[in-house]
């Protein structure tokens, strides 16, 4: 859902409790971090979560970051184990992402991990961020609050420019932002640094005592053998279908006659929510899948790339 009128709610106590109130009801709030604004909305809900690809016009599904008050939030998400304990001792609240295994029965929207069996998860140091985490009390998705492609806010004036009328609230804390991000580690494997940022290699390393694997891309997610391995079915995938061909299970959207459908009413925002559950619940039947046609306007561009993907042809 995109609200009409955007809200300017100030750090206090009653803007923040309202500003958690509009994450309930599954609303964008654009918040303050160390690092810059964030365009927040509730992790577990597939609609806020659609709804930030849409306020920011992002035309692919990257996996987002989920804030969270406290290491025993993070914990009831993601899989702890004594390397992430040490870290997050050392460095929470502060600019360190830890990408760890999700939890069995984790409840997080598969359109804020893209579809992986990981968590990327931070307990931010900002303290209105932190009173708004923990007032809300769950996973806030948040990547950065601007339109795609522009550059990321530091003052609530930013955010207004870029999403006003876009988003149901600002909450406004004044200029933030040391405009270094948080630095990502994956723990889920071997340790390894997926980005760097705000808190340095080094520190990581003698905290831990081991180096860390160092990825050159610096985006691991968008290396191709990467995207086919997590994001592919096992099955082909033909797009643009207007109905089955001889095995093929339909993933449909709008209303035809298929096996699972990403939206009835060829809603893109319900489409996009769906969209990452549907694919492994028709890779369950080991069929090849076909989808429909999805127009490409607004949502439609991401959730095409993500098919396209699926549909590439596989390294061997
Ligand atoms: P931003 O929202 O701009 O701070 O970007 C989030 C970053 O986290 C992106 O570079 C993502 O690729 C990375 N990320 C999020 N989730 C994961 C994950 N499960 N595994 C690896 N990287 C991740
Ligand atoms: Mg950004």
Same mark, same amino acid.
């Given at each position: 859902?995109?609200?009409?009128?955007?809200?300017?709610?100030?750090?206090?106590?009653?803007g923040? /409790?309202?500003?958690?109130?509009?994450? %309930?009801? #599954?609303?964008?709030?654009?918040?303050?971090?160390?690092?810059?604004?964030?365009?927040?909305?509730?992790? %577990?809900?597939?609609?806020a979560?659609?709804?930030?690809?849409?306020?920011?016009?992002?035309?692919?599904?990257n996996?987002?970051?989920?804030?969270?008050?406290?290491v025993?939030?993070?914990?009831?998400?993601?899989?702890?184990?004594?390397?992430?304990?040490?870290?997050?001792?050392?460095?929470?609240?502060?600019?360190?992402?830890?990408?760890?295994?999700?939890?069995?029965?984790?409840?997080i929207?598969a359109?804020?991990?893209?579809?992986?069996?990981?968590?990327?998860? %931070?307990v931010?140091?900002?303290?209105?961020a932190?009173a708004?985490l923990?007032a809300?009390?769950?996973?806030?998705?948040a990547?950065?609050?601007?339109?795609?492609g522009?550059?990321?806010?530091t003052?609530?004036?930013?955010?207004?420019?870029?999403? @006003?009328?876009?988003?149901?609230a600002?909450?406004?804390?004044?200029? !933030?932002?040391? @405009?270094l991000e948080?630095?990502?580690?994956?723990?889920?494997?071997?340790?390894?640094?997926?980005?760097? #940022?705000?808190?340095?290699?080094?520190?990581?390393?003698?905290?831990?005592?081991v180096?860390?694997?160092?990825?050159?891309?610096?985006?691991?997610?968008?290396?191709?053998?990467?995207?086919?391995?997590?994001?592919?079915?096992?099955?082909?995938?033909?797009?643009?279908?207007?109905?089955?061909? @001889?095995?093929?299970?339909l993933?449909?959207?709008?209303?035809?006659? !298929?096996?699972?459908n990403?939206?009835?009413?060829?809603?893109?925002?319900?489409?996009?929510?769906?969209?990452?559950?549907?694919?492994? /619940?028709?890779?369950?039947?080991?069929r090849?899948?076909?989808?429909?046609?999805?127009?490409d306007?607004?949502? @439609?561009?991401?959730?095409?790339?993500?098919?396209?993907?699926?549909?590439?042809?596989?390294?061997?």
């Amino acid at each position: 859902m995109i609200s009409s009128g955007t809200q300017e709610l100030t750090a206090n106590p009653d803007g923040i /409790e309202r500003a958690a109130d509009l994450l %309930r009801q #599954g609303l964008l709030v654009a918040l303050p971090t160390e690092t810059v604004y964030g365009l927040g909305g509730d992790a %577990r809900n597939g609609q806020a979560v659609a709804s930030i690809y849409e306020a920011k016009g992002r035309p692919s599904f990257n996996p987002l970051i989920a804030h969270v008050a406290s290491v025993s939030a993070a914990q009831r998400f993601a899989q702890w184990s004594d390397q992430a304990e040490q870290l997050a001792q050392a460095f929470w609240p502060g600019p360190l992402t830890l990408v760890l295994p999700l939890r069995e029965g984790h409840g997080i929207s598969a359109l804020v991990t893209a579809g992986l069996d990981t968590l990327a998860v %931070r307990v931010p140091a900002h303290p209105t961020a932190r009173a708004l985490l923990a007032a809300f009390d769950g996973p806030v998705a948040a990547p950065s609050a601007n339109p795609s492609g522009l550059i990321s806010p530091t003052t609530a004036d930013h955010v207004w420019a870029g999403l @006003g009328g876009k988003i149901a609230a600002v909450l406004d804390a004044g200029p !933030c932002g040391v @405009g270094l991000e948080s630095t990502i580690v994956g723990l889920a494997g071997e340790p390894t640094l997926l980005r760097p #940022g705000g808190v340095a290699l080094e520190q990581i390393e003698q905290e831990l005592g081991v180096h860390l694997h160092v990825h050159q891309s610096g985006d691991l997610l968008t290396a191709p053998g990467q995207l086919q391995s997590h994001y592919a079915p096992d099955a082909p995938v033909r797009l643009n279908a207007a109905s089955r061909h @001889g095995e093929e299970v339909l993933l449909g959207f709008g209303p035809v006659d !298929c096996d699972l459908n990403l939206s009835v009413n060829a809603n893109l925002t319900e489409a996009a929510a769906n969209l990452f559950a549907s694919l492994h /619940e028709l890779n369950k039947s080991g069929r090849p899948i076909a989808v429909s046609p999805i127009p490409d306007a607004g949502l @439609g561009a991401a959730i095409n790339d993500r098919l396209r993907r699926a549909a590439a042809p596989r390294d061997s």
